[in-house]
Nanobody
Framework: QVQLVESGGGLVQAGGSLRLSCADS????????MGWFRQAPGKEREFVTA????????YYRDSLKGRFTISRDNAKNTGYLQMNSLKPEDTAVYYC???????????????WGQGTQVTVSS
């Protein structure tokens, strides 16, 4: 059973950085692809980035390439999202997800965390 818990969100000024963590309390995290999604108020959930189980394949939302970096440490059952040069439009609840397919579609992920709020002030 995969149980994901995000942490690391908070309030940051524009131009700042945050690193989100996604910890799985179960032993099977390394078997799954990992994705990060976000949802801003009044908007639909959108894809941010994804990584396969081994870390060898990554996908990014085009507009976020160069600012956001996904990584994972399977020995710690934890994934990460490093966010640099943050902008007010990055404000959203960020969710990590696990699934069998490395995908930009939320429907391909079976397990979701509760989300962590990221607020970027101007």
């Amino acid at each position: 059973q995969v149980q994901l818990v995000e942490s690391g969100g908070g309030l940051v000024q524009a131009g700042g950085s945050l690193r989100l963590s996604c910890a799985d309390s179960g032993p099977t995290f390394s078997s799954y692809a990992m994705g990060w999604f976000r949802q801003a108020p009044g908007k639909e959930r959108e894809f941010v980035t994804a990584m396969d189980w081994s870390g060898s394949t990554t996908y990014y939302r085009d507009s976020l390439k160069g600012r956001f970096t996904i990584s994972r440490d399977n020995a710690k059952n934890t994934g990460y999202l490093q966010m640099n040069s943050l902008k007010p439009e990055d404000t959203a609840v960020y969710y990590c997800a696990a699934g069998l397919r490395t995908s930009n579609r939320g429907t391909d992920y079976s397990y979701w965390g509760q989300g962590t709020q990221v607020t970027v002030s101007s």
